[in-house]
């Protein structure tokens, strides 16, 4: 095994990606989980379905709409401008803004799973023995959600590696910055170097492999609720 | 009988702690999947002791345990031993209220192994930890040996006593058992039963305890709150409840009184005891009580006959001179319950209407009651 410098940039970029968008995804899924596995509101339907977009739609069409709202004349464009960070397009936050939303049904679902299967009884319970909203958070529901939280963190930062069209469209193929691992194996079909390529895809396919054998083992033995994999 | 009941009688003096004062509203609409309900409730319950919350299934009894617990928002006013819990728009949330509370099943959290439970609570008690408080419980409710082990590696009951310790160890104001034996066969009902005997007897807590069970209620409560349809039916001591003739709560066939007495002798060769109730004295079968020792009775209505006159020629050990104070015949025609009167008691017979009729009973006639069979449970 021989990566290039090169190739050793891009592995080390998609780590750097994928753990950032699974930290701000644990950060920002997590209320949101919490508010879907909680909420009677008729808003419930609606913000489900946008979670749940990326699940559908083909990341072109994502990353589409991302590169025009992220633009110069874009709601977000204009947004970032105004706050003097410039635009997203073709940067590493703006590929991580980006991975954010298409990642987001592959968080927000197990942690909400395992919130619904938790039911109002620990809730009250926790409660009665005096624990306020933030203690029953981390010491009931936290630990018993737990096996949904790392379902939640191992398929975000899976998916987050595998992710190519939304990355082409919004980040491109820049160097240290946005290229990451799909666009490096792109690249070196592109040129017919097939040798280089079979060892980044081959590395991709073990990984994601481990990565599930992983989580259906962990399922075998603590039931994850809610691990749901069908796209 | 209790050990609290008897210091109370032993030190009359002591001063009696704040009532409880609960006047609360709710109203669940009509939805499509809930058949509506409503909770209306304006009771006062004594601010010591164990209030029994009494009533079929579906008449609010587990409801209004949850308002009380602020588990639900009711609208109305909540006064417990003096502080206002609940009243116009403050209402304290159920993590503010100190209290203990036991749900039907013992709802443990499954993270956590039985000893990690308890610590759960005590770390969150407010209080520093009472060790010998601690092993007092661990004692009460016999799980000492438990306590390394998970929720799913415990018994049923064992679950149970490990929730009533966990609720004690908060060290609430106000304790609160919702039907704590519902979810458990009779062989673990059994089991529990001594302890929450001794625990009720013992507490210096206030206890609510909800049960549909009229044996668990004489067994445990000295007062009790009989609800229907949301509704307070009948609120007052045991004895006092049990001894008014209302088929709301009292089917006909299973009527009975309590009798509150002291064990006023012993006889060795019948093994016999004699308690002594305001209104007259008892024969039962000897229970091993000592002389002077509260006890409580149960007398069923349909152990009990009238006669007119005081008859030595019978097999009957317990008549007792009484006057009829209220007389109701049954829908059907067919039966007659009599309520009577000795002293500040009262005792209920269930007679045909035709006996009743050929007695020519009237209110405020002196008779004799003939008493069968006493059953002691407490």
Known sequence: MNFSDSDIETILLTLRLATTVTLLLMLIGTPIAWWLARTKSAWKGPVSAVVALPLVLPPTVLGFYFLVAMGPQGVIGELTQSLGFGTLPFTFTGLVVASVFYSMPFVVQPIQNAFEALGDRPLEVAATLRAGPWDTFFSVIVPMAKPGFITAAVLGFAHTVGEFGIVLMVGGNIPGETRVMSVQIYDHVEVMDYAQAHMLAGMMLLFSFLVLLGLYSLRRRHNIWGLKLER | ?378
């Open chain 2, 1 to 378: 009988m209790s050990d609290r009941i008897l210091e109370a009688r032993l030190n009359p003096d002591q001063e009696k702690p704040a009532p409880i004062r609960i006047k609360l509203r709710l109203i669940r609409p009509d939805t499509q999947k809930n058949v509506g309900f409503s909770l209306d409730v304006d009771v006062v319950i004594p601010g010591s002791g164990v209030t029994a919350i009494f009533g079929h299934s579906g008449s609010g009894k587990t409801t209004f345990l949850r308002c009380i617990a602020g588990l639900e928002k009711a609208s109305g006013m909540l006064d417990v031993n003096g502080s206002i819990w609940q009243s116009g728009k403050t209402f304290l949330p159920a993590y503010k209220r100190p209290i203990g509370y036991v749900f039907q099943e013992a709802s443990l959290f499954a993270h956590l192994t039985a000893s990690d439970n308890l610590q759960y609570a005590i770390k969150r008690s407010g209080l520093p930890k009472n060790n010998q408080n601690f092993k007092n419980i661990l004692q009460t409710l016999g799980i000492e040996n438990v306590l390394q082990r998970y929720p799913h590696e415990l018994s049923g009951g064992e679950r149970q006593r490990v929730a009533i310790a966990r609720a004690l160890l908060i060290q609430p104001q106000l304790l609160l058992m919702d039907e704590p034996l519902a979810s458990l066969d009779m062989a673990r009902k059994q089991e529990i039963l001594p302890y929450l005997e001794n625990l009720c007897a013992t507490s210096s807590v206030p206890i609510l305890y909800v049960s549909h069970s009229i044996d668990e209620v004489v067994k445990l409560a000295d007062h009790v709150v009989v609800l229907d349809q949301g509704k307070v039916a009948a609120s007052g001591s045991v004895t006092d409840v049990f001894s008014r003739i209302n088929p709301t709560f009292q089917p006909e066939s299973d009527l009975g009184v309590i009798l509150d007495g002291t064990v006023i002798e012993r006889d060795t060769r019948w093994h016999l005891s004699r308690i002594a109730f305001d209104g007259g004295d008892l024969w039962l079968r000897d229970t091993g009580d000592e002389i002077n020792r509260p006890v409580r009775v149960r007398v069923l209505a349909r152990d009990v006959s009238i006669a007119l006159d005081n008859h030595h020629d019978t097999s009957i050990l317990n008549k007792i001179p009484v006057k009829v104070c209220e007389i109701f015949t049954t829908d059907e025609g067919t039966i007659t319950i009599v309520r009577l009167n000795a002293g500040e008691s009262y005792i209920i017979a269930r007679l045909t209407a035709k006996s009743a009729h050929y007695l020519n009973l009237t209110p405020g006639m002196p008779v004799w009651a003939q008493i069968k069979s006493v059953a002691l449970v407490q």
